[in-house]
């Protein structure tokens, strides 16, 4: 026992020092941004080295909630704690390494089987940054926990807040995920509570470490499915030392301000993926051959280019197939550069850069330019095509429905939707290029439209993806069923597909419960399973939901953690103004609280510990796809979950109590 406390001892003084020398680094660095306008050899690089090192000050924060590391390894004779990030001594020796450095890939990969040099695997428990225990395994011996407490234990702590990082539990099947090579797009099909919105989220921040300079000019995008699953995700990178990653919804991408509603069919029609044809064509519809000669005088000459070699550079760079705007510039190019051969031929020198941007920009070129390849903006071309929408690759049915009913007058009064703002961005893609992150995380992805993957493809044409969802969650009405079709429109249809079905977070109780909607749901996925087995499950009758509702929430206050009350978007106001009228705060914008009331529309990507759903046969019955929308609302609880209904429960659940 006395080696023991004695061991924890050294341990919690190793944790002392770190936190200082940590401290040390920090203030080394506020020491080196005071002074940088000074050594700096003139104010560019001054402006550089400035945001240099505020982004390192940034990295170095320090939560003393938060450990710094989470385990040992013993190799040889050396010992290296793994932790979150990177702590030197003064010296520069390691005391803490990177989780991400590739030593530390043995904290996660070594096992009795497969050592790989290590003796002992050494697991820290803490609460709140204190450290409290610790258990090794003895690799080499052939000693290893099949279930380890102490990464059950963290597995398993009530969520309060955002989501944590998931440093210290990651399995190896999650790190060969995490650690695949940047240039390799991967697509994560998982089940629910396997991790697999982490596993994307550390692998952007394991990324970030090895391609640090390349990814910091190319940029790292996170798109989420909405403001409130950014915001739950939002701490978990800063909380691994990055802070420079761009976190969207689809929307935030776009850049078009939407101020109307499509009907549902009008949204599914232009969510198809032949909407991009439909634009493409009338695009390039607008480009002519030129019938006339080119004309123009400088002012001394009068120069002449016959309709033959302008039809040629119009079909030339017609079939070098550019963004639409760049090829307008390539015919202005051409153009001017067979004016030059001219005054080169007659004056016996080339005319200066100031002589050629006065032809290019001289009437005559310009009005060619105007008949033949015509400038337009995106706003304009989709305008043009709701406004008569006539094309054979849509039905007379589908013309009709996206029809404007009463155009505007012009494109810039037009009113938009948020499948018009697709469809602006689709004509913003075809007229000149979109500029490409280095890496894309798409999380909940089984619920993009193709036209939607399409604006996610054109953000990630020169770099990877990892697309994160679970086929039986989508809920959509152009909910992809195959990864397969999806992956072809965001442009990776040899990304590799990998399945996680073992769940961490959600219990056994829950996922069996889950379980029995996939057969109604209408998509191949394996069935999720769970090494949790502390869960609870209560379904409950009632004939009063919202009284019921209230004891559920009451009762739920007396544990630990969050607590979602999840119901049909219908009957939120109301749950919550029964809520309220009991005294139970509810978490909003302008308050916080661990009671949450949920529209089951926004559920998706969330957790709580405490899950209270609220008659499942309204969530069932408000929308297409009900019953993959109760497999996301049932699929919430990380600890215990409720199911209240005054009617009867969705077929599928027929018999369960």
Same mark, same amino acid.
């Given at each position: 026992?006395?080696?023991?406390?004695?061991?924890?001892?050294?341990?919690?003084?190793?944790?002392?020092?770190?936190?200082?020398?940590?401290?040390?680094?920090?203030?080394?660095?506020?020491?080196?941004?005071?002074?940088?306008?000074?050594?700096?050899?003139?104010?560019?690089?001054?402006?550089?080295?400035?945001?240099?090192?505020?982004?390192?000050?940034?990295?170095?924060?320090?939560?003393?909630?938060?450990?710094?590391?989470?385990?040992?390894?013993?190799?040889?004779?050396?010992?290296?704690?793994?932790?979150?990030?990177?702590?030197?001594?003064?010296?520069?020796?390691?005391?803490?390494?990177?989780?991400?450095?590739?030593?530390?890939?043995?904290?996660?990969?070594?096992?009795?089987?497969?050592?790989?040099?290590?003796?002992?695997?050494?697991?820290?428990?803490?609460?709140?940054?204190?450290? !409290?225990?610790?258990?090794?395994?003895?690799?080499?011996?052939?000693?290893?926990? =099949? !279930?380890?407490?102490?990464?059950?234990?963290?597995?398993?702590?009530?969520?309060?807040?955002?989501?944590?990082?998931?440093?210290?539990?990651?399995?190896?099947?999650?790190?060969?995920?995490?650690?695949?090579?940047?240039?390799?797009?991967?697509?994560?099909?998982?089940?629910? =509570?396997? =991790?697999?919105?982490?596993?994307?989220?550390?692998?952007?921040?394991?990324?970030?470490?090895?391609?640090?300079?390349?990814?910091?000019?190319?940029?790292?995008?996170?798109?989420?499915?909405?403001?409130?699953?950014?915001?739950?995700?939002?701490?978990?990178?800063?909380?691994?030392?990055?802070?420079?990653?761009?976190?969207?919804?689809?929307?935030?991408?776009?850049?078009?301000?939407?101020?109307?509603?499509?009907?549902?069919?009008?949204?599914?029609?232009?969510?198809?993926?032949?909407?991009?044809?439909?634009?493409?064509?009338?695009?390039?519809?607008?480009?002519?051959?030129?019938?006339?000669?080119?004309?123009?005088?400088?002012?001394?000459?009068?120069?002449?280019?016959?309709?033959?070699?302008?039809?040629?550079?119009?079909?030339?760079?017609?079939?070098?197939?550019?963004?639409?705007?760049?090829?307008?510039?390539?015919?202005?190019?051409?153009?001017?550069?067979?004016?030059?051969?001219?005054?080169?031929?007659?004056?016996?020198?080339?005319?200066?850069?100031?002589?050629?941007?006065?032809?290019?920009?001289?009437?005559?070129?310009?009005?060619?330019?105007?008949?033949?390849?015509?400038?337009?903006?995106?706003?304009?071309?989709?305008?043009?095509?709701?406004?008569?929408?006539?094309?054979?690759?849509?039905?007379?049915?589908?013309?009709?429905?996206?029809?404007?009913?009463?155009?505007?007058? !012009?494109?810039?009064?037009?009113?938009?939707?948020?499948?018009?703002?697709?469809?602006?961005?689709?004509?913003?893609?075809?007229?000149?290029?979109?500029?490409?992150?280095?890496?894309?995380?798409?999380?909940?992805?089984?619920?993009?439209?193709?036209?939607?993957?399409?604006?996610?493809?054109?953000?990630?044409?020169?770099?990877?993806?990892?697309?994160?969802?679970?086929?039986?969650?989508?809920?959509?009405?152009?909910?992809?069923?195959?990864?397969?079709?999806?992956?072809?429109?965001?442009?990776?249809?040899?990304?590799?597909?990998?399945?996680?079905?073992?769940?961490?977070?959600?219990?056994?109780?829950?996922?069996?419960?889950?379980?029995?909607?996939?057969?109604?749901?209408?998509?191949?996925?394996?069935?999720?399973?769970?090494?949790?087995?502390?869960?609870?499950?209560?379904?409950?009758?009632?004939?009063?939901?919202?009284?019921?509702?209230?004891?559920?929430?009451?009762?739920?206050?007396?544990?630990?953690?969050?607590?979602?009350?999840?119901?049909?978007?219908?009957?939120?106001?109301?749950?919550?103004?029964?809520?309220?009228?009991?005294?139970?705060?509810?978490?909003?914008?302008?308050?916080?609280?661990?009671?949450?009331?949920?529209?089951?529309?926004?559920?998706?990507?969330?957790?709580?510990?405490?899950?209270?759903?609220?008659?499942?046969?309204?969530?069932?019955?408000?929308?297409?796809?009900?019953?993959?929308?109760?497999?996301?609302?049932?699929?919430?609880?990380?600890?215990?979950?409720?199911?209240?209904?005054?009617?009867?429960?969705?077929?599928?659940?027929?018999?369960?109590?």
């Amino acid at each position: 026992m006395l080696s023991l406390e004695t061991d924890l001892q050294t341990e919690r003084d190793h944790l002392a020092a770190s936190r200082a020398a940590l401290k040390r680094m920090r203030e080394h660095a506020e020491d080196l941004y005071a002074t940088g306008d000074k050594v700096a050899g003139d104010p560019f690089a001054a402006e550089t080295l400035g945001r240099h090192l505020a982004r390192r000050i940034a990295d170095l924060a320090d939560n003393p909630d938060t450990p710094l590391f989470f385990g040992r390894l013993d190799i040889d004779e050396d010992r290296f704690h793994v932790g979150r990030r990177h702590v030197t001594d003064a010296a520069g020796e390691p005391m803490v390494l990177d989780w991400r450095a590739p030593l530390s890939r043995k904290f996660y990969q070594a096992s009795a089987r497969d050592p790989q040099e290590v003796k002992v695997r050494r697991r820290f428990g803490f609460v709140k940054g204190t450290l !409290t225990s610790f258990e090794d395994e003895n690799l080499q011996a052939g000693e290893e926990h =099949g !279930t380890s407490r102490i990464l059950l234990e963290e597995i398993e702590r009530p969520r309060v807040g955002p989501m944590r990082d998931i440093v210290a539990t990651i399995q190896p099947e999650q790190d060969e995920l995490v650690r695949a090579e940047l240039d390799e797009s991967i697509c994560v099909q998982g089940a629910p =509570g396997t =991790g697999k919105t982490a596993v994307g989220l550390h692998r952007a921040a394991y990324l970030l470490y090895l391609h640090r300079e390349r990814l910091r000019r190319a940029g790292v995008l996170i798109v989420g499915p909405n403001t409130a699953f950014l915001h739950y995700i939002a701490s978990v990178l800063p909380t691994l030392g990055e802070v420079e990653v761009r976190q969207s919804t689809i929307e935030d991408l776009l850049k078009t301000p939407v101020k109307a509603q499509d009907t549902p069919r009008a949204a599914e029609v232009k969510q198809d993926p032949r909407m991009a044809a439909v634009l493409a064509r009338r695009l390039h519809a607008k480009i002519s051959k030129p019938e006339e000669p080119l004309i123009v005088s400088d002012g001394s000459y009068r120069w002449r280019i016959s309709p033959e070699a302008l039809r040629r550079i119009v079909d030339d760079v017609r079939r070098e197939a550019p963004p639409y705007a760049i090829g307008r510039e390539r015919v202005r190019a051409r153009i001017v550069s067979l004016l030059m051969l001219q005054s080169e031929a007659r004056r016996g020198d080339s005319p200066g850069e100031a002589w050629q941007r006065r032809m290019g920009k001289a009437a005559p070129v310009v009005e060619l330019l105007d008949r033949a390849w015509p400038a337009v903006t995106p706003e304009q071309l989709v305008f043009e095509v709701l406004t008569d929408p006539a094309d054979d690759l849509l039905s007379s049915d589908e013309q009709e429905v996206i029809t404007w009913a009463k155009p505007p007058k !012009t494109a810039k009064s037009a009113r938009w939707t948020a499948a018009d703002a697709v469809l602006v961005d689709e004509a913003a893609g075809l007229i000149d290029r979109v500029a490409s992150f280095g890496h894309v995380v798409v999380d909940e992805a089984q619920d993009l439209s193709p036209m939607q993957a399409r604006v996610i493809a054109r953000r990630s044409e020169h770099g990877s993806i990892t697309l994160l969802g679970d086929l039986a969650q989508g809920t959509a009405p152009w909910a992809t069923r195959d990864w397969r079709d999806l992956l072809a429109h965001l442009g990776k249809p040899d990304a590799r597909v990998v399945p996680l079905t073992t769940g961490f977070r959600v219990p056994a109780a829950v996922v069996e419960l889950a379980n029995r909607l996939l057969p109604a749901l209408g998509v191949n996925v394996p069935e999720a399973r769970s090494l949790r087995s502390d869960g609870a499950l209560h379904i409950g009758t009632t004939e009063s939901i919202e009284e019921e509702t209230v004891k559920a929430v009451q009762t739920a206050l007396t544990f630990d953690g969050s607590i979602g009350v999840i119901v049909a978007d219908a009957s939120a106001d109301a749950i919550a103004a029964a809520l309220r009228t009991n005294g139970i705060t509810i978490a909003d914008a302008d308050s916080d609280g661990r009671v949450t009331v949920l529209p089951a529309g926004l559920a998706k990507g969330l957790e709580y510990d405490h899950v209270i759903v609220v008659e499942p046969a309204d969530i069932v019955a408000a929308e297409a796809r009900g019953l993959n929308r109760l497999f996301v609302v049932l699929t919430r609880a990380v600890s215990r979950l409720d199911v209240l209904h005054s009617r009867p429960l969705p077929t599928p659940l027929d018999g369960v109590s």
